[in-house]
């Protein structure tokens, strides 16, 4: 089944120490997105690429920082997390970017804890 | 500033009905999407409103009205697994997706 891999599920680690989350999907979308949900909130944008143009949200600290090496695979590396970056990041797709039914596929999303 | 507003929480009974009312105020209009997530999980899509009207899929029917700012979703004949939060969410006039809170919803046996 065509579908959004995100690893790890889950990642503990320690204030300041550097994390990368990888997100790989089967959809041949052009369109990857990073979201950035904590508990009982919306998602928040960080940033997304169209095929290789990334597109960073303004408000997106530079602690966070993407990659996006082919068409299938993108990261979300946190340089420096603080405890303030403990949540869930969600990664998605979407075959194009703005008008139309243009669904967002999600994967199953990384929990991050911040010790 | 951009706005999605909904209930933080709703109960109601395994059987019933329950509408889950969303309210809007973004810069243009391009589209709203209901949007389902359950505990710890991703969301995945509901439904889509681009015109005015009811949209009917199954259990599920989203309904807007643009000039109101206002659309609901509406879930029939409630399962204990529609259990979630319900994420309401617009694309504005520079094509960004606005997202709500969501509603919790919790069925009751």
């Known amino acids: 089944d065509a579908m959004v891999i995100q690893n790890p599920r889950y990642q503990v680690t320690q204030f300041g120490k550097p994390v990368t989350l990888s997100c790989s999907q089967t959809?041949?979308?052009?369109?990857m997105y990073w979201y950035q949900q904590k508990s009982s909130q919306a998602p928040k944008l960080l940033f997304h690429?169209?095929?290789?143009?990334?597109?960073n949200e303004a408000d997106t600290p530079d602690n966070f920082q993407s990659r996006r090496p082919n068409t299938s695979f993108c990261f979300l590396d946190i340089r420096s997390p603080g405890l303030g970056d403990a949540a869930m990041y969600l990664c998605?797709?979407?075959?194009?970017?703005?008008?139309?039914?243009?669904?967002?596929?999600f994967g199953a999303g990384s929990r991050l804890t911040v010790l | 500033g951009q706005n999605i507003d909904q209930p933080t929480e709703m109960t109601a009974t395994e059987g019933a009905i329950v509408q889950i009312n969303c309210t809007y105020q973004?810069?243009?209009?391009?589209?709203l999407f209901w949007y389902q997530q359950h505990a710890g999980e991703a969301p995945t899509f509901l439904s889509y409103?681009?015109l005015d009207g009811l949209e009917e899929k199954g259990r599920f029917s989203s309904f807007l009205s643009r000039s109101k700012g206002y659309s609901y979703l509406l879930l029939k004949e409630l399962q204990m697994k529609d259990s979630a939060s319900y994420l309401c969410?617009?694309?504005?006039?520079?094509?960004?997706?606005?997202w709500g809170a969501g509603t919790k919803l919790i069925i009751k046996p």
């Open positions: 998605a797709t979407s075959l194009r970017y703005g008008s139309g039914a243009n669904v967002l596929t």
């Open positions: 959809l041949n979308h052009n369109v």
């Open positions: 690429y169209y095929d290789k143009d990334f597109n």
């Open positions: 973004t810069s243009g209009f391009n589209g």
């Open positions: 409103n681009v």
């Open positions: 969410a617009v694309r504005d006039s520079n094509y960004q997706l606005i």
